[in-house]
Structures are given as structure tokens and as C-alpha cells.
């Protein structure tokens, strides 16, 4: 794998050190350019977790995917520039059934750099732009939001605040203990099968955006939002493939299926 052509995917430009700077820019850069998507779902391509399958895909072919590629490919970029990083696990909160997950259900990054903890995330639909510093009750304002790191024995969770001051939506939660890829196989192969997952039941695909909004196609739908505003454009299956590749930069190469159903909420968290 070749770090110079990573960097050149998402847009990187200047000296990549293990410093603090260096870092806000790579997690920036790749929520600039690399989507997150479940589009090979919707072809019948196979995910799995293998870095240079992943490397390939994203990098070469010019892709997104979920968080375990996203993140394990990001992890991996991190390590070998110099990043004391490792990869942890969360279970993220569904906004449309209103539970968490499964255990591992999502994959996240924590970075030790001059003594502090660094959270990063450029696995997520709707995270923190730039890495976020992990301590808990403070509020951490970006241009796409206000975010907030609660910690209750030993599980930190992740919230997205409208207002400051005020409670937000919970949008997943966490634990500090170490994970390899090969631990998120199992629940790589859930999100690619089970109707309880966001990935299965919904073709989309979306990118950050420079002015702390969103684009994201989903179903038969373009939508985009910044702050309080959305607009959003009916797509016919006709014009989906120039959207993805106009928007999002990306070119499809299975049969694509179009897919909005509703997600099958999962047993009550316990």
C-alpha cells in the first residue's frame, strides 16, 4: 500500500507528521473526499476486511464504505506515519428506530498524541469533522455541530447538540478497549445481511462538505443540508448513477439495486 497515493485521494497536501495539526487535516481531508456508503451492498460485492482489499477500493478505484472500512483503512494510514492509534468499539444509536446496536457494531479511533486522547471517526454519517479531544462533559464546537463526551463506568457516549447548553440526540457509545480488525468480522458480515441494519435497508452514500453540511443520496432521494436548512430532489433510477459519479466521484461497476425500506428495530438494548 502506498501512503503517497492515500494521501492523494483524500486531498492531503503538505508534510503528514504525528502532530495534532497533522491529524485534524488527514480526518478533515478524508470526510472531505471519501464517502460513507453501502453501495456495494446494493451490488452484490462481498465486503470484507482485509487492508489491501480495502486499499484497493477506496484508494484505487476511488470508493467509500462503512465505518469498519473506513476506519480500519484510516487506522492503518495513521499507524504508519507515526500515530500511537488503535481501534476501539462502539454501538451506535439508529435515528430511525431509536436503539443501539449490537456489541461492535461500529468501529472508532482513539490516538494518544502529547498526553492527551484523540477521538476519530471517518466512519460515520453524521460525526465531528475534526478528531475530537476525549473528555468527558465539555462541549466541543465544529463547524458541522456541537458535540459532547459524557463518560458512565468505563462507557463514554457521543452526543450531537444543537444548542449549546442543551441535551442532544445520542449518536453512539463506547469503551476504551482495544480491538484488531479481524474482531469485526462477525458484524461485518451482520450489517451486509441483517434488516436491522441501516446498510441492508438503505442504498446511500454521503460526504462532509466544506461549509459544515452534508450531501447525501439515499434511496430514490439527493439530499442536502446545512445547519437548519435541507433541500432535497427526487431522483429517478435513471439518474442515480450520474449523481453518484458527479457528486460523490464515484462510478459503480455491479448491478446496483436502489434500496429505502424500513429497518427492523433490534431486540431492546440491554
Not at 188 to 201: A, L
Request: net charge negative; aromatic share 10%.
Amino acid at each position: 500500500m502506498d501512503i503517497s497515493q492515500y494521501l492523494l485521494r483524500i486531498g492531503y497536501q503538505g508534510r503528514a507528521l504525528p502532530s495534532l495539526e497533522s491529524l485534524r487535516n488527514l480526518h478533515r481531508c478524508h470526510l472531505l473526499s471519501v464517502p460513507f456508503e453501502s453501495l456495494s451492498i446494493h451490488c452484490k460485492e462481498p465486503i470484507t476486511l482485509a487492508l489491501p482489499i480495502l486499499y484497493d477500493k477506496i484508494v484505487q478505484h476511488h470508493r467509500g464504505g462503512f465505518c469498519y472500512e473506513l476506519n480500519g483503512l484510516f487506522l492503518w494510514l495513521l499507524q504508519a506515519l507515526g500515530f500511537d492509534a488503535k481501534a476501539v468499539a462502539g454501538r451506535v444509536r439508529n435515528r430511525f428506530t431509536g436503539r443501539y446496536g449490537p456489541p461492535l457494531d461500529h468501529m472508532v479511533i482513539l490516538v494518544q498524541l502529547d498526553g492527551r486522547q484523540f477521538l476519530c471517526d471517518v466512519g460515520f454519517g453524521e460525526g465531528f469533522l475534526e478528531p475530537l479531544e476525549l473528555r468527558p462533559q465539555m462541549e466541543q464546537v465544529q463547524k458541522n455541530g456541537i458535540f459532547w463526551l459524557d463518560l458512565n463506568e468505563a462507557i463514554w457516549v457521543l452526543e450531537r447538540r444543537n444548542i449549546s447548553g442543551r441535551e442532544g440526540r445520542p449518536l453512539y457509545k463506547f469503551t476504551l478497549e482495544e480491538k484488531k480488525l479481524d474482531d469485526f468480522t462477525s458484524m461485518c458480515i451482520y450489517h451486509q445481511t441483517s434488516p436491522s441494519s441501516i446498510f441492508t435497508c438503505k442504498s446511500f452514500c454521503s460526504l462532509a462538505t466544506e461549509d459544515g453540511g452534508r450531501l447525501t443520496y439515499i434511496g430514490w432521494r439527493l439530499i442536502s443540508t446545512v445547519r437548519e436548512e435541507r433541500m432535497e430532489t427526487v431522483l429517478q433510477d435513471s439518474e442515480i448513477p450520474k449523481v453518484l459519479r458527479e457528486k460523490f466521484g464515484t462510478k459503480l461497476s455491479g448491478d446496483f439495486k436502489p434500496k429505502d425500506t424500513e429497518i427492523l428495530p433490534p431486540p431492546e438494548d440491554d
